[in-house]
């Protein structure tokens, strides 16, 4: 959760780990990705 100086919730961040093989032996890669989104109650007022 991404929040603003007045503690308001003003986004959401997932991140993303890639790993190589298969669950559950795959092995963890250096690769990342951060997904941000909008929180589903604020999407309509933007």
Known sequence: MIR???NRSI???KTLVFYS???PKGVRSSWIMNEYRLPTADT???
């Open 44 to 46: 309509d007022r933007y």
């Open 21 to 23: 093989g298969k669950a």
């Open 4 to 6: 603003a100086e007045n």
């Open 11 to 13: 986004g959401l961040k």
